[in-house]
């Protein structure tokens, strides 16, 4: 574990202390501290929804950093350069042709060009982003919010999550796409952006260009790169194996938030 990877899980177990003192968790007093967090921590409970929910709220804040903590490199994880002629067809053209299609259950469907994202209201934020492959780096990001495209195309009440269709489809098993999805709660969270700046510089192709996901309380796998397309949808029953992402189709948990 690094120095990030500590300070991550501390401030975790400080806010998992806080809430069971302010719930006042029955039946906590006969374990001993020692006994009862580590068993929790290492148990898949607290990638659950609900117990994030009750621990941290859902409008909690990831944490936010200086330029000072920024790591040197932001390195490249999963898919470097995405094996999709039309996406290098787009690249070759320095995205210009891009537009992110916007569709699914909301009132006006309609396409963003990057032009028409860099508009939207913005936010630029210093945060960490953890793989869990064992790696933690911290970029400056700064991306249009979530929240404005949604106030544009306007979801319906019927929809409970937005899916992110990337253009890389995945080498390790042919051709499946990247794929994937998160909560409305998450949608609509202040430092939930698209970016397409990383380090004051436009978004890299190793770290996903022209736009990928930023939904900064959640894992690096739930970050969507070469975001193409996003679908406003009530279930991801009928994308990949229904399972709301590519990795959670390989058996990652979907609520990846902590
Ligand atoms: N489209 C797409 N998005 C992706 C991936 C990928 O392979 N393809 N890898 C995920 C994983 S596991 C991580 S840790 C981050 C890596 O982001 P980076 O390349 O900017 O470091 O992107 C995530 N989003
Ligand atoms: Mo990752």
Same mark, same amino acid.
Request: glycine share 6%.
């Given at each position: 574990m690094n120095d990030l990877d500590r300070g991550g899980r501390r401030r975790f177990l400080g806010r998992i202390a806080a809430s069971v003192g302010a719930l006042g968790v029955a039946g906590c007093d006969r374990l001993s501290q020692t006994e009862w967090f580590p068993k929790v921590l290492g148990?898949?409970?607290?990638?659950?929804?609900?117990?994030?929910?009750?621990?941290?709220?859902?409008?909690?804040?990831?944490?936010? %950093?200086?330029?000072?903590? +920024?790591?040197?490199? %932001?390195?490249?994880?999963?898919?470097?350069?995405?094996?999709?002629?039309?996406?290098?067809?787009?690249?070759?053209?320095? %995205?210009?042709?891009?537009? +992110?299609?916007?569709?699914?259950?909301?009132?006006?469907?309609?396409? %963003?060009?990057?032009?028409? +994202?860099?508009? +939207?209201?913005?936010?630029?934020? &210093?945060?960490?982003?953890?793989?869990?492959?064992?790696?933690?780096? &911290?970029?400056?990001?700064?991306?249009?919010?979530?929240?404005? &495209?949604?106030?544009?195309?306007?979801p319906t009440t019927a929809a409970r999550y937005v899916v992110f269709h990337c253009a890389d489809p995945m080498e390790q098993d042919g051709t499946s796409p990247y794929y994937e999805s998160i909560d409305m709660d998450d949608a609509y969270h202040v430092q939930t952006i698209l970016a397409y700046a990383l380090n004051d510089q436009p978004l890299p192709i190793k770290n996903g260009a022209p736009i990928r996901l930023r939904v900064e309380r959640q894992l690096g796998y739930k970050h969507a790169k070469y975001v193409m397309r996003l679908e406003l949808v009530d279930s991801f029953a009928h994308i990949g194996d229904g399972k709301g992402g590519y990795w959670e189709d390989q058996g990652y948990q979907w609520y990846a938030g902590v």
């Open positions: 148990s898949a409970e607290v990638l659950n929804g609900h117990v994030a929910k009750l621990v941290t709220g859902r409008k909690a804040m990831a944490q936010e %950093f200086t330029p000072a903590d +920024l790591s040197p490199t %932001f390195r490249s994880n999963g898919t470097a350069d995405p094996n999709n002629p039309q996406y290098a067809a787009l690249a070759a053209n320095h %995205f210009n042709d891009y537009a +992110l299609e916007v569709s699914g259950l909301v009132a006006k469907p309609r396409r %963003f060009t990057l032009a028409e +994202l860099r508009a +939207l209201p913005s936010r630029t934020q &210093i945060t960490r982003h953890d793989c869990v492959e064992g790696w933690s780096a &911290i970029g400056k990001w700064q991306g249009a919010k979530l929240s404005a &495209i949604l106030d544009d195309v306007r």
